[in-house]
């Protein structure tokens, strides 16, 4: 059974950077899966951040963090990564890697087969 692990959280003040990472536990790489990184705020629905592509790398992103995040993966140290640039407090959020076999692009967390265990991101002065 694979098991997504999520690292790199922490507190950090508006306009600051963050990278996370999202590593596979398990006899799988996470090389032969699609990535999505999404985000649950306090009191709201999990929302999509954006996905990368098992296959060509390629990538798409929610409006709301397009020209901020960026998601990239190390195929060498089977890590994919978000880098979350101009951080506001609107980003506070715990953040989520998810993971599946299938490479079409959705922003459903019901097409995700794998989830990580989160990691609290906190934006604040």
């Known amino acids: 059974q694979a098991q997504l692990v999520t690292s790199g959280g922490g507190l950090v003040q508006p306009g600051d950077s963050l990278r996370l990472s999202c590593t596979l536990n398990?006899?799988?790489?996470?090389?032969?899966?699609?990535v999505a990184w999404f985000r649950q705020a306090t009191t709201k629905e999990r929302e999509f951040v954006g996905q990368?592509?098992?296959?060509?790398?390629?990538?798409f992103y929610a409006d709301s963090v397009k020209g901020r995040f960026t998601i990239s993966r190390d195929r060498l140290k089977d890590t994919v990564y978000l880098q979350m640039n101009s951080l506001a407090s609107e980003d506070t959020a715990v953040y989520y890697c998810?993971?599946?076999?299938?490479?079409?692009?959705?922003?459903?967390?019901?097409?995700?087969?794998?989830w990580g265990q989160g990691t609290q991101v906190t934006v604040s002065s």
């Open positions: 990368i592509s098992k296959i060509n790398g390629a990538t």
């Open positions: 398990g006899p799988s790489s996470l090389n032969a899966y699609t």
């Open positions: 998810a993971a599946k076999v299938a490479d079409f692009s959705t922003n459903s967390p019901d097409r995700y087969d794998y």
